[in-house]
């Protein structure tokens, strides 16, 4: 491990200690070994240091939107993280090929299929870019979900740290049956991811897939 990656582990690690208190319980659910694709919700900045924090030594990597790399400091993070920059808004297949590569080398990739941070840490709908991945490599996908990290602003103004959740659900292999795989299927399928998703959180923050789930 380089100075850079061992000052950078310090200065996460630091951090979320500093600003939450995590719950990290569940995290031992996490396989040890072999490819994984670890679907999350996105609330805010937090996750990132705090999955890195709780999942070394394993080999972490996930996607962040190509504007990120404008910043120079954002850009050389992004790197020593192992970050892959995906074109939004567009079928971006070399991002998808960087995907298969991680995958293939047994590491684990991370995903939220939302697409962008809520903020306010309710599920939005997740887009169906992670079923093409799952389909592709085979690898398993493992749901974990974050919440509590949305009042993270709120508790800083008055210096209090922040209850930080997470929840791991349980492995699962992307089906996708013997039908047509076109669009309208493969929102299904990440629908079907998503709930998953849902499922692990407390209703009130399961926003666009509460009903569904509540039926289940």
């Not at 996460?12 to 999350?40: K, W």
């Not at 293939?104 to 903020?119: D, F, H, K, N, Y």
Request: net charge positive; with cysteine.
């Amino acid at each position: 491990m380089s100075l850079a990656h061992r000052i950078v582990n310090g200065v996460e690690s630091s951090l979320v200690a500093l600003l939450c208190r995590v719950d990290d319980t569940q995290m031992s659910r996490v396989p040890a070994t072999g490819p994984l694709i670890l679907v999350t919700n996105h609330v805010n900045f937090l996750e990132v240091p705090v999955l890195h924090s709780r999942l070394r030594p394993r080999r972490v990597l996930g996607l962040a939107k190509a504007e990120a790399w404008k910043n120079p400091f954002l850009g050389w993070l992004f790197n020593l993280w192992g970050g892959i920059p995906v074109r939004r808004g567009e079928t971006d297949l070399g991002a998808l090929r960087q995907c298969l590569d991680v995958l293939r080398e047994g590491a684990i990739l991370v995903i939220a299929p939302e697409g962008t941070r809520s903020r306010h840490g309710c599920l939005q709908r997740g887009h169906s870019g992670v079923v093409t991945l799952a389909l592709r490599s085979g690898a398993p996908i493992l749901p974990l979900a974050f919440y509590g990290g949305e009042a993270l602003g709120h508790n800083m103004r008055r210096l209090r740290r922040t209850p930080f959740h997470i929840v791991v659900g349980e492995p699962f292999a992307l089906d996708a049956g013997n039908g047509r795989l076109n669009q309208e299927r493969r929102q299904e399928l990440a629908d079907e991811i998503m709930y998953k998703l849902a499922a692990l959180l407390p209703p009130e923050y399961r926003g666009d897939y509460a009903a569904e789930v509540s039926k289940t």
